[in-house]
């Protein structure tokens, strides 16, 4: 139907991932910032964050100005911790604190990078992940200079 709320949200985060892979995250067009600002609304004012709304906010974490990330960045943070012991959500989890890490380091907030980091050091210490451990202490070592 034209009115499918989870298919609308699918075409939506499409459209900003198409957008954002041929012109690059610095400035997005008015259409796409409509978009990004209305899948963002229906998350923010949720008390609870489901898989897609998580799949959707990593979607569009690149698409935020860095100022606006520092507003939300604890809300994220808290949300993603009530998903600490759900297996079948940690990668999820971990690919939005990288995500997340790599937008304060590419920004030079290295504070901040490095708080990441150390969140999510832990889940891929349990995971063994080691790909993302590796990633993690390069991200701190560059952070502590």
């Known amino acids: 139907t ?14 900003v991932v198409i957008y954002i892979r041929q012109h690059g995250t610095g400035e997005l067009s ?4 409509q978009v990004v600002k209305k899948l963002w609304r229906k998350i923010e004012k949720q008390d609870t964050w489901y898989e897609n709304d998580l ?3 990593n979607t569009i974490l690149f ?4 100022e606006y990330l520092h507003l939300i960045t604890g809300k994220i943070l808290q949300r993603l911790e009530v998903y600490k012991n ?7 989890r971990m690919t939005i604190l990288l995500n997340l890490s790599t937008l304060y380091l590419h920004n030079q907030d290295k504070n901040m990078c ?4 150390y969140t999510l050091l832990e889940d891929a ?3 063994k992940s080691y790909d993302r451990l590796a990633i993690c202490y390069v991200r701190i070592g560059i952070c502590r200079d």
């Open 2 to 15: 034209h009115h499918d709320l989870p298919i609308e949200e699918i075409r939506d985060m499409l459209e």
């Open 86 to 92: 759900y297996q079948h959500l940690y990668e999820l």
């Open 125 to 127: 210490k349990n995971k």
């Open 63 to 66: 698409s935020f100005p860095i």
């Open 114 to 117: 490095q708080q990441i980091c």
């Open 55 to 57: 799949k959707i906010l």
């Open 30 to 33: 008015d259409h796409v910032e």
